[in-house]
């Protein structure tokens, strides 16, 4: 699946998108940010208050417990600062 | 809804005049027409900005945006909607984002501005980073922007 990264989570994992094939075992948005996490100290960085992290699959908000299964793209990002 | 829906993230300015008599021409059905315009402040919070620099997630903010125009147009008697979003790097004063909403009557049409306004900051994928003579830093997300979006659900 693809994944893409916003703003400072961008900035401190230290690229914008990339493709990632996490084992069967992570099924969550919040089990995929632990996942992540575990790759290297940018990734930890990143998700070190994964509270505050917001994630879209497939370009649609959803909660940490949604699950990846089908999805081709997983974005994260700080909470919405817009308008 | 009746009108048309015109939904634009751009680098360049816009005119709002412009903006409001495109949703507007050879119509004699629309008799309010409310436009919002956020402009960048020069300061905040007491500290002097020298630009805003604006990321956004391409494909699902306008996505993000359609929905809740679908959802306004849902809710309120519309005959046209404009939003316009810009990105990149903005100076204090220069535009930011532009809600124009069309009815028949101002309530409507004064109601639904707000309401996609106030999704706009809390749901739309952008982001704010800004520049000071303290340097560069993202934008934090505020409380009272998430309660102003929090009061369209309640009945």
């Known amino acids: ?83 | 809804m009746t009108g048309p829906v015109t939904i634009r993230i751009q680098e360049t300015d816009f005119d709002v005049a412009h903006e409001i008599a495109g949703l507007t021409k050879g119509r004699t059905d629309i008799g309010a027409v409310v436009s919002f315009s956020g402009i960048c402040r020069g300061d905040e919070d007491s500290a002097r900005i020298s630009a805003l620099t604006l990321e956004h997630y391409p494909g699902m903010a306008e996505e993000e945006i359609g929905r809740h125009v679908d959802e306004a147009t849902s809710r309120w008697p519309l005959d046209g909607v404009t939003i316009i979003h810009r990105v990149g790097r903005i100076t204090p004063g220069e535009n930011i984002v532009l809600v124009v909403t069309a009815s028949q009557h101002r309530q409507a049409a004064f109601e639904a501005a707000e309401f996609l306004m106030d999704y706009l900051k809390t749901s739309a994928p952008f982001w704010k980073k800004e520049e000071s003579a303290a340097g560069t830093g993202w934008v934090e997300a505020h409380a009272r922007d998430d309660e102003a979006a929090a009061r369209w659900t309640k009945s």
Not at chain 1, 24 to 49: C, D, M, P, Q
Not at chain 1, 50 to 62: F, G, L, S, T
């Open chain 1, 1 to 83: 699946m693809k994944l893409k990264y916003f703003a400072w989570v961008r900035e401190r994992i230290g690229t914008a998108e990339e493709t990632v094939e996490p084992p069967a075992s992570v099924r969550t948005v919040e089990e995929l940010i632990a996942w992540l996490s575990g790759r290297s100290e940018a990734y930890a960085y990143a998700f070190e208050k994964p509270k505050v992290i917001r994630a879209a699959i497939d370009h649609a908000h959803v909660r940490p417990d949604a699950a990846i299964a089908g999805a081709r793209e997983i974005a994260f990002f700080p909470p919405m600062t817009g308008g």
